[in-house]
């Protein structure tokens, strides 16, 4: 076996061979520096395997690597519906694959093995099948000016693109951002969070297996301070995209404003749920717990601070209790019954906790909750389902992305000041209206300052629609057909028919 993987079995019992190098030109490399990251699986807090970090030097080869490969007549020249067809294989190698990169999603993040398998990988899949529809239908127009003049526009890739993913989605965020950048006949250079460096290595053998030319797509493992920050100021970048934390956000938007990159940002939130007198109490009640408690809370478009109209508030808060004591089972992620597995990381678990403090210190009352879960073996960074009520708009925990599983709830009297609430935030990424008038809903929607809002539901994407946000929850839009818009530039080409000087 090469000394650039290893085998491993994973707590479910499924063996694999998993790749610790960095992927640079369809070749498995290790770092010039040597350095590696550890990854650690959450559940147990035991160390899973630790894999190669790249520095600014192998960045350097990824994008020396992406540029050859974009100027090759072999991805340059590639017919558009051969690009699509690159992509729908690597669709169906991930669905041929699709319990092994669960495994590891589950392994090395520790959200639910049943999510991580029916949504984060099949969903990754469709993904990439939707722009694989794409590629051969990336077209400009043609311009009409007058019979002396011929004018069109035509849609070409921007070039070698620096993608920078998140920990809680890995495969999803990859797929999301890779399927418009290859359709388009883009080259990649896509980074995966230190914190979950596993995932988007086993993809790299698919991608290489799908048929991609050398160079096309290069996987990097590294910290975000260092190969981050080098694929952000790479002269040889001409796009960035990122998801991530706001902060994080502003510092690429800084360093990519060097050279005047291309970017695309998705950032945090903290997006308000609307819930109005005359809603179906049932569904919001439903709807709201899976908008903060699914994938542990870690999801930016988390619906965590849920806004009530003053004469339903506590019989909301009663019902809302109950769906999460009877759904949210707190456990081993790998077991059925597991609805909500650990904290990604003894960082992001301290970090909960500690908006908990906050919360009981700046006089919230703490509904249910609070505390660390200690019922798996002792071990892992579980949080127990926590609620705060009676918050009030100058609260840290109201206004301050947490990341967890953790909601706070809030009444308004009229709907003018359910608008207020919940436009009184830096951010403006999803927001949620819960009411049976579809007139009241609409003006709602209408006048909530989001990239996103659901009416009636929560956190339902889809790969089909835009997904991005305003204010400082990010720049541009991924998914959907908006979402090829951030892989191409528009050339116009002028054509003298007779003006004659």
């Known amino acids: 076996m090469s000394d650039l993987e290893v085998e491993l079995t994973a707590p479910n019992g499924r063996k694999y061979k998993q790749p610790i190098g960095l992927f640079i030109n369809n070749e498995w490399v290790k770092s010039e520096k040597g350095e590696k990251i550890t990854s650690i699986n959450p559940t147990d807090e035991s160390e899973i395997t630790s894999v190669y970090a790249a520095s600014a030097s192998d960045v350097d080869h990824a994008v020396a690597a992406a540029r050859k490969a974009f100027r090759a007549s072999s991805w340059r020249d590639l017919p558009p519906v051969s690009r699509g067809g690159l992509l729908l294989k690597l669709a169906a190698l991930m669905d041929a694959h699709a319990e092994t990169l669960a495994t590891i999603e589950t392994w090395d993040n520790g959200k639910p093995y049943s999510v991580a398998l029916t949504q984060d990988v099949a969903e990754s899949a469709e993904a990439l099948r939707y722009y694989a529809g794409y590629a051969d239908k990336i077209h400009g127009q043609v311009i009409d000016t007058s019979p002396h003049k011929l004018a069109y526009t035509i849609r070409e890739p921007l070039g070698v693109c620096g993608q920078i993913i998140p920990w809680n989605y890995p495969l999803m965020m990859a797929a999301w951002k890779l399927g418009p950048a290859l359709a388009c006949g883009n080259t990649v250079i896509i980074k995966a969070a230190e914190q979950t460096p596993l995932s988007i290595l086993y993809l790299a053998t698919l991608i ?95 619906t965590s601070r849920i806004l009530v109209q003053e004469g339903i508030y506590d019989k909301f808060i009663g019902l809302f209790k109950e769906q999460v004591r009877s759904v949210s089972k707190v456990g081993d992620p790998f077991k059925d019954e597991t609805f909500q597995g650990p904290q990604v990381t003894k960082t992001q678990y301290e970090r909960v906790l500690g908006y908990i403090e906050s919360g009981k210190e700046e006089g919230a009352s703490l509904a249910m909750g609070g505390e660390a879960f200690k019922d798996v073996n002792g071990k892992g960074f579980f949080i127990a389902p926590t609620v705060f009520t009676n918050v009030k708009d100058s609260m840290k925990i109201y206004r301050e992305e947490v990341f967890g599983p953790f909601a706070v709830i809030a009444s308004f009297k009229t709907e003018e000041e359910a608008i207020e609430m919940a436009n009184d935030t830096t951010y403006g990424l999803g927001s949620s209206v819960f009411t049976q008038d579809i007139s009241k809903a609409h003006r709602v ?57």
């Open 445 to 501: 929607a209408r006048r909530i300052e989001a990239g996103m809002v659901w009416i009636n539901s929560s956190n339902d994407s889809d790969y089909h629609i835009p997904f991005g946000g305003v204010k400082q929850s990010g720049i541009g839009r991924e998914l959907g057909e908006a979402g090829l818009a951030a892989y191409t530039n528009i050339k116009a080409v002028h054509v003298n028919l007779g003006t004659r000087l």
């Open 208 to 302: 290489k297996e799908a048929g991609f030319p050398p160079g096309v797509v290069n996987v990097l493992n590294g910290y975000g301070r260092d190969a981050g920050a080098a694929i952000a100021s790479h002269v040889g970048i001409d796009k960035v995209a990122f998801t991530g934390s706001t902060a994080t956000g502003k510092q690429i938007m800084k360093t990519a404003s060097a050279t005047m990159k291309n970017i695309t940002l998705e950032t945090g939130g903290k997006s308000p749920l609307l819930v109005f007198a005359d809603a179906d109490l049932d569904q919001a009640v439903k709807w709201s717990h899976i908008g903060i408690m699914s994938n542990m809370g870690q999801i930016c478009t988390a």
